[in-house]
């Protein structure tokens, strides 16, 4: 039914009065990669984790029936990577493929008449309208504004069909962003501003965050809120209280999703970010509120000199919000100046079902896993959900004279086998030494009872469990020691080195790097350290410190090709 409404939304609009300029001169906000680009104008298509080679060919007949593929496509989001080239052939590809969609898709046709892929598609149109319109016919301009007329008119009608949460915001911001800059469609403004207002206070919290609890998709809200703040501003318009707020509210909070390194925090289905891409959202912003010191979407950070240290330190996210959540209660995530060292797997939703189920697991993330059952459990719906989540029991952060401490609890084991996971985290106030203890317990007597109960139903009376910590794939891991730790160098010349104390085991695994962008999972490396619960509990300890001979500061200028053939 939602389709059919959208088609006959768009039919109608496409009948409705076309502008025939712009009230001022567009400028590009959205930001591309030349990599990309250059990809594209050699004919390698990788949309939504899919590559498709086809030289010579026209974007909308590429051979492939892959519906992700195709609404990454209809987006437009690839106009900034060509932008960011910008040399003839880019721009011809560019232009070639934008009228293409206009002759095959232009009449309400396609998957890309929804309200957030039509937003998304406008505010790339707008943005590069120079560069596709440069040298083009009167005739072809005038089909190019009817277009963006007629879309315009869509978003008008149907912007309340687009889910809450980061889908609507690209419908709304579309909606205004067009509304603004095209002649003659100033009526559609006023509306969508309410509506856009209405959403901030909605769907972001007080502390600035989101349901969903995702990173990546808290950055692209940003970015599309102060996006169409500067466009009200821009055209002499206020913006109303609860836009602006949302934005002073969420600035913080990104900034303590940020990692030494610049990238997000890859939690519950978001990535790091194009590199750059938060830096230049928070000074587009013009806020300049520094870190929150409490939890930051349910996020805990804690820094060091060089170091960032980033926790899980909340439940999953619950209901409609937890269709990408991940069952990383307690897992952390450490980077150190300009590299990564400790990871999640992250997001597996480009590369399948089977991976992206895997991704959202436990054992995908820097923490401790009991006898392979997450901490968090899936529902058998579509989507699957969050239907079991473990709940966060205690969150005591202090300082001390040693550093930064946090100590956390979950119970995400207590139904199952009686235990509380309790994590210890210290990281010193020069970044150069991170302590952690995890310690499994049946606090109770009831869960002393259902532990006992567990126990006996094993050959071995002994409850196995896992800590895992996954390492970034540029970080060559070795054992060291005679077994007794392992040694880590980054790309950087740092060497850290990691001990441990009371596990049974220590061994060095192979893990993987979920990344977006790439074509197949990166090959990575994972320390664990193995052990059981033989009584009523269970304690491990651990550091992670620099080499002794490790410098303070490195000159760290080694830079990371794009990945789009790996």
């Not at 709304?172 to 206070?201: D, F, H, S």
């Amino acid at each position: 039914m939602t389709r059919w409404q959208n088609r006959l939304a768009a039919w109608r609009a496409s009948h409705s009065h076309a502008a025939t300029g712009f009230v001022s001169q567009p400028e590009p906000r959205s930001i591309g990669l030349y990599a990309r680009g250059k990809q594209l104008t050699a004919g390698n298509f990788l949309f939504a984790g899919h590559l498709v080679e086809a030289p010579g060919t026209m974007l909308w007949d590429v051979p492939t029936t892959m519906p992700k593929f195709w609404a990454d496509a209809h987006g437009f989001a690839w106009l900034d990577d060509l932008a960011a080239v910008g040399d003839p052939i880019a721009k011809s590809r560019a232009q070639d493929w934008t009228w293409g969609w206009l002759s095959q898709f232009g009449k309400g046709k396609g998957p890309g008449w929804t309200p957030d892929l039509t937003g998304r598609r406008l505010i790339r149109w707008i943005n590069h309208a120079i560069f596709l319109m440069n040298g083009r016919s009167s005739d072809d301009t005038r089909l190019y504004f009817a277009a963006l007329s007629a879309q315009t008119m869509f978003l008008s009608r149907r912007w309340h069909a687009s889910a809450p949460g980061l889908p609507r915001f690209e419908a709304l911001t579309g909606l205004i962003y067009a509304g603004l800059a095209l002649t003659g469609m100033e009526k559609v403004v006023a509306p969508a501003v309410a509506a856009l207002a209405r959403e901030c206070e909605a769907e972001v919290d007080e502390h600035g965050g989101l349901p969903t609890r995702n990173p990546e998709e808290l950055l692209d809200v940003f970015t599309l809120l102060t996006w169409a703040a500067q466009a009200l501003g821009q055209a002499g318009q206020n913006v109303p209280q609860a836009h602006r707020a949302a934005i002073e509210r969420i600035a913080p909070t990104l900034r303590s999703l940020r990692h030494a390194d610049g990238s997000l925090a890859r939690f519950h289905g978001g990535g790091r970010g194009m590199e750059g891409r938060l830096d230049h959202a928070l000074a587009a912003s013009g806020v300049k509120a520094a870190p929150g010191t409490g939890p930051a979407m349910g996020f805990l950070r804690l820094s060091g000199a060089r170091t960032s240290v980033i926790i899980d330190a909340s439940d999953p996210p619950g209901g409609d919000a937890g269709a990408s959540a991940h069952a990383s209660t307690l897992a952390f995530e450490m980077t150190s100046g300009r590299r990564a060292v400790i990871v999640s797997c992250g997001n597996g939703a480009p590369f399948g079902a089977e991976w992206h189920r895997a991704g959202r697991a436990t054992p995908s993330h820097s923490t401790l896993t009991v006898e392979g059952y997450s901490s968090s459990r899936l529902n058998r719906g579509t989507p699957e959900l969050m239907a079991d989540r473990a709940h966060v029991t205690q969150t005591r952060p202090t300082e001390t004279a040693d550093g930064h401490v946090l100590r956390i609890a979950h119970d995400g084991w207590v139904a199952t086998h009686g235990l509380t996971h309790a994590r210890l985290l210290v990281l010193s106030h020069d970044g150069r030494h991170l302590g952690g203890q995890d310690e499994l317990t049946a606090i109770s007597a009831e869960d002393r009872t259902r532990l006992a109960a567990v126990m006996k139903r094993k050959s071995t009376s002994e409850i196995r469990f896992a800590i895992r910590f996954h390492l970034h794939p540029d970080v060559d891991a070795a054992i060291d020691l005679g077994g007794n730790a392992v040694s880590l160098a980054l790309k950087s010349g740092e060497i850290w080195i990691f001990r441990h104390s009371g596990a049974q085991g220590l061994s060095l695994e192979p893990s993987v790097y979920l990344e977006k962008g790439r074509l197949n999972p990166r090959a990575s490396k994972q320390i664990v350290l193995s052990g059981h619960v033989s009584a009523f509990d269970a304690v491990i300890g651990w550091t992670l410190a620099k080499a002794q001979d490790t410098p303070l500061a490195i000159r760290d200028l080694e830079t990371d090709p794009f990945p789009i053939t790996v």
